[in-house]
């Protein structure tokens, strides 16, 4: 394969005395037109290839055909109104609905299909004041993290007042109808908007009866400086929640009284542990937290000790052996328990005292459980691999369960077999992973496997349904979901056990989890593909350059893959907590070295048959480290599998990306898997 030329520049960095080469820093420059013009050339190539695959069409309409029903989110109330999102099925953003709670006729609310003419423009959230009259409403433009605020009357759907922007990494939090606080970053002086460095966070409040200019910091700023700062304003409008981070892990915890005006107070300082409020019970604040309990605990303090000493923290719901997560409704806690992978859900009073275990469909996971303090009936959804998302309505004062929605799909699930199994990594340690495919599989090493894995920042995998996956099974494929150490899966043990120098047993679990397939025959080398995204992309960089032998398929995505570098671009440094940065030390910057994709791409090696995806919008993880990562392993090559990377010049890291261009990327990503393990005929 004649790949587009990749001119080379002479840079190079010194870290601790050893200098190391960045033949391709130009590429950094997002906005330069010799970076545009490889993109497009890189692009040229890819389409050229992967639209002679005859069967990729043949994916694309099955996608279509399966994505094509009904879709609707857990109704939520806010005024007069309850409100829901649905998708009729190929609509390229959900629309946002609603109807009069004590009934009425559903009526369109906010159509985010209507903000740009290809679908490009999403909705990024959404906040409602208190009674319900006025909303806020975040939008994305070709993917970006930037956002902007729009607000309207909820009566009228008229616009009120600016159109906010330079808002980034921001919740919304409404006091009364007199305006609402929210954060964001000035915009960066070096690099372009896309790629330049963001600092110190601001929270801001904004008057609706004034412009932006003269809207007021309320904490952060250059004389605060964090990272990352957000609000949240309690149910009863009393308090105002601040929290504030410099890392991905471990926040500080502040405090204003709202209804007696006075400065704002620290609960916590310091990063060491996380702390989030569940809910507010008069003087009474309730905290999640993993302070003295890695796999968290709910805790109550008193706001009224803040001011004149430290409060006492009195636990609510103790720490157990499972990862906990608290939400609240009806005065009500409900407790989420990741239990080996799979959800458990118990409801408590705000005593602690155990009310009741909630009976599930089956094993997987159960999401939501949370609404207004004075909400009796509130949903709840449950999905695994083959079990497409469906909604349930709870009942919180007797427990009784009743479906509410279950959706039509084209799939039938007594056709699959999903299982959990245990496999040994390089170290001894016991890791979980959940395999999925038809029933009365041959366990002859040809079945074509797609292996996925995350193993970062605190984040679990817990099973869910989704379109695509049920197009790779309904072709015959097995898919395997590794539960590798960085992830949450079992608290903040299992997190810290896949960081900074620890974070090489992530790539040895992944790499474990590939030799358990392979060994017992569900597939082999020939037949098995790499897959994940952003860390998980770093993840799938670092596997195939510590192990090219491993894997016949490699699909990195919007990864982190210059690990020198990362934290130079846009909120990178934010991940240092997970990585450790080669500014730190030498011990640092050597282990970041020895796995970093861009930097262990050698030649005279076979590497898998590569398809990098990124999008130039991209300003969460940057394009460039997928940019340069391509140009290594293309210069390097040493055997005929291909190396291609596809640029999505319409998108970000992955949030708000319209129906027809996922369908688009992932049919490409299947056709050239199936492909690349020399299939000729889908099944």
């Known amino acids: 394969m004649k790949y587009p030329t990749t001119e080379k520049g002479a840079e190079k960095d010194d870290y601790f005395g050893e200098k190391v080469t960045a033949p391709y820093r130009w590429l950094e420059d997002d906005q330069s037109p010799k970076t545009k013009k490889w ?55 959900s629309v946002l609905y609603r109807r009069l709670t004590a009934g009425g006729k559903e009526e369109i609310f906010l159509d985010p299909n209507a903000f740009s003419t290809d679908g490009t423009t999403s909705l990024g959230g959404i906040s409602f004041s208190k009674d319900g009259s006025l909303a806020a409403y975040q939008i994305s433009e070709g993917g970006s993290d930037w956002r902007k605020v729009i607000i309207i009357d909820t009566n ?95 926040n500080e915890l502040y405090i204003q009284d709202l209804k007696t005006p006075n400065k704002i107070l620290p609960v916590v300082t310091g990063f060491t542990n996380s702390y989030e409020v569940v809910t507010t019970d008069g003087d009474w604040i309730y905290l999640q937290t993993n ?28 720490e157990t052996k499972s990862v906990l997560k608290v939400s609240s409704a009806n005065t009500y806690l409900f407790a989420e328990y990741i239990v080996d992978v799979h959800t458990e859900v118990k409801q408590y009073d705000l005593n602690g005292k155990l009310l009741r275990t909630i009976d599930l469909p089956g094993l997987g996971q159960a999401a939501g459980f949370s609404g207004k303090n004075n909400q009796k009936e509130i949903y709840y959804s449950f999905t695994n691999y083959i079990y497409p998302s469906t909604l349930f309505k709870y009942n919180t004062e007797n427990g009784v369960s009743e479906l509410y929605q279950k959706p039509v799909i084209n799939f039938n699930p007594e056709e699959f077999e999903s299982k959990q199994i245990f496999y040994t990594s390089q170290d001894g340690t016991q890791i979980p992973m959940t395999l999925t495919y038809k029933k009365g599989i041959k366990l002859n090493g040809k079945n074509p496997t797609l292996l996925y894995g995350y193993g970062g920042f605190e984040i679990s995998l817990l099973p869910a349904f989704s379109v695509p996956t049920a ?57 098995l593909a790499l897959s994940g995204g ?37 909120a990178g440094a934010g991940w240092a907590y997970d990585y450790g940065t080669a500014d730190d030390n030498k011990e640092m910057f050597t282990y970041l070295k020895s796995y970093s994709p861009v930097h262990n791409v050698k030649k005279g090696v076979c590497y898998p048959a590569t398809l990098i995806t990124t999008g130039d919008h991209d300003d969460r993880v940057v394009p ?60």
């Open 39 to 93: 993109v497009n050339n890189q692009n040229k190539l890819t389409f050229e290839y992967l639209y002679k695959i005859q069967y990729r069409n043949q994916i694309k309409d099955q996608l279509k055909e399966l994505w094509n029903y009904e879709r609707i989110s857990a109704p939520f109330e806010e005024g007069e109104y309850t409100y829901y999102y649905k998708n009729n099925g190929l609509q390229p953003q």
């Open 624 to 683: 460039s480290h997928s940019y340069k990562f391509a140009a290594e392993l293309q210069e390097k090559q040493s055997c005929n599998n291909p190396v291609l990377i596809r640029i999505e010049t319409r998108a970000g890291h992955g949030a708000g990306k319209p129906i027809d261009l996922l369908i688009e990327e992932i049919a490409d990503k299947f056709a050239f898997t199936f492909n690349n393990f020399g299939i000729k005929e889908l099944k």
């Open 471 to 527: 197009v790779w099974l309904q072709n015959g494929g097995v898919y395997a979901v590794a539960n590798i150490r960085g992830g949450g899966e079992y608290g903040r043990k299992w997190h810290d056990a896949g960081t900074r120098l620890n974070k090489k047993n992530v790539f040895e679990d992944f790499i474990s989890a590939g030799e358990y397939l392979i060994a017992n025959k569900y597939t082999s080398s020939s037949y």
């Open 291 to 318: 302070r003295d309990a890695p796999n968290q605990k709910l805790v109550k303090i008193n706001a009224s000790q803040i001011k004149t000493q430290s409060p006492k923290w009195e636990t609510v719901i103790p």
């Open 534 to 570: 952003s860390n998980g992309g770093l993840l799938v960089g670092a596997v195939m350059t510590m192990r090219p032998d491993l894997a016949q398929v490699a699909l990195p995505a919007v990864g982190v893959l210059d690990m020198l570098r990362y934290h130079t671009f846009t």
């Open 156 to 250: 009228t759907k008229k616009q009120v007042g600016d159109t906010l922007k330079n808002v980034k990494f921001s919740t919304v939090a409404w006091k009364s109808n007199e305006g609402f606080y929210y954060s964001g970053y000035q915009k960066p002086k070096i690099g372009s908007p896309l790629s330049g460095k963001t600092e110190h966070h601001i929270l801001f409040f904004h008057n609706l009866h004034e412009s932006q200019s003269k809207d007021q910091i309320v904490f952060g700023g250059e004389k605060t400086p964090r990272r990352y700062i957000n609000a949240s304003v309690s149910e009863d409008q009393r308090y105002l929640i601040i929290t504030a981070a410099n890392s991905t892990s471990g």
